[in-house]
């Protein structure tokens, strides 16, 4: 049976591996070196060069492509490398349309980077598709869609999104690092480009920074290995070999944090000291139907405000939290915990964060694996 035949469960575990041809192992090992023997110049077997290509990276973009239902996998030294590599396809003069609510590393590369260059950045809620097509001319290029959207949790349609970018000849870019192949395959709704950062819940357990691409088209491939042999910005062996490990066990991960992330998405709802939960599993969840739709569950990230919230009450919440780490990232095993306002998203400007709802009372939680109970127990102790 071949890898592309298997289910999903299987392919992390076997998509595009197969037993390394020296001794059988059944790990890719960690090729942890530099260049390669030629026998004559430009004779060798494949690899000449670890920035152009290593054994260990190519194992796990065989593995990203696999999982994610694609044909060409790229991996980079960070998700914000490889969204990088995306934007370097553009020219000075063309556009982007972006989520407004996103990652705040992403708004900073995209309006503090390549603005200077020419590109233009347009930052909308995507709720609704339909008010895309207003911010659309002859020069727009690009796409940039998160969904489920970071901290915010809003959905955006990605099928509908893929219509109206094909309608009028324009790529489409999902970062799916919060939902993973796991919950939502962006490829198969119409993406050109999924990205990852396999920090997060690909690795799985907060030991390594890596970032990932996926495409169908061998033409966009193409361009996207080009820039990526040209800049450099790629992972090294041994951070492939723990990204390739941590997606052995997504499946069974992902399970648990969907499980856990349910039990304290429905606790933090029903608690008197809470105003608002994010979490797109709530029928009253702005889209909640599109979730159901285009996701095989809702994960494990969580926002939340307290009544009355203020920035001095959410600090004291996350200081207090014990079982949860106060802590940047996400996707890991732990349970972490963060304040958006003043950790991930402290590089957009606070009346552009305020916009799209990151305020100064907002807490993120990135649900981890523990046992569901301890985890509602420690909320329980720090809200009070």
Not at 56 to 67: F, G, K, V, W
Not at 128 to 150: F, Q, R, S
Not at 272 to 296: C, L, R, S, T
Request: aromatic fraction near 8%; proline fraction near 4%.
């Amino acid at each position: 049976m071949g890898s592309k035949d298997l289910k999903f469960n299987s392919k992390t575990i076997h998509g595009g591996q197969k037993p390394d041809k020296a001794y059988g192992a059944v790990m890719p090992p960690i090729y942890q070196t530099s260049t390669y023997a030629q026998s004559t110049p430009g004779g060798h077997k494949g690899f000449e060069y670890s920035r152009s290509a290593n054994p260990t990276r190519t194992a796990l973009e065989n593995s990203l492509a696999s999982i994610e239902y694609g044909q060409f996998g790229l991996a980079f030294a960070s998700g914000l490398a490889a969204m990088d590599a995306v934007i370097k396809l553009l020219n000075p003069g063309d556009e982007v349309i972006s989520t407004n609510d996103l990652y705040g590393g992403s708004y900073r590369l995209f309006s503090q980077i390549f603005e200077k260059y020419g590109i233009t950045f347009h930052f909308i809620g995507m709720q609704d598709p339909n008010k895309i097509e207003a911010y659309i001319n002859d020069k727009t290029k690009l796409i940039w869609v998160e969904t489920p959207t970071n901290p915010m949790m809003n959905i955006i349609d990605i099928k509908a999104v893929s219509q109206l970018a094909k309608k009028h000849a324009i790529l489409l870019a999902v970062d799916n690092t919060f939902a993973t192949p796991y919950l939502q395959r962006p490829l198969d709704l119409g993406a050109d480009i999924v990205m990852h950062s396999a920090t997060k819940y690909l690795g799985g357990h907060s030991d390594v920074v890596v970032g990932g691409l996926v495409v169908k088209e061998e033409a966009l491939a193409q361009k996207l290995y080009f820039i990526q042999n040209a800049s450099g910005a790629v992972c090294g062996p041994m951070d492939s070999f723990l990204v390739l490990r941590g997606i052995k066990t997504l499946h069974v991960r992902m399970q648990r944090h969907c499980e856990n992330g349910e039990a304290i998405a429905n606790y933090l709802a029903n608690h008197p000291k809470i105003e608002k939960v994010y979490w797109p599993g709530f029928e009253d969840h702005p889209n909640h139907d599109i979730a159901k739709e285009q996701m095989n569950g809702f994960g494990g990230m969580i926002s939340f405000i307290t009544k009355g919230g203020s920035y001095k009450d959410a600090i004291k919440i996350v200081e207090k939290l014990q079982l949860f780490t106060l802590a940047e990232s996400l996707g890991g095993v732990e349970s972490l915990a963060g304040h958006p306002a003043s950790m991930t998203h402290a590089s957009i400007p606070k009346e552009e964060r305020e916009k799209s709802g990151v305020i100064d009372a907002l807490i993120r939680l990135s649900v981890g694996i523990e046992d569901k109970d301890d985890l509602i127990a420690d909320l329980e102790q720090a809200i009070g």
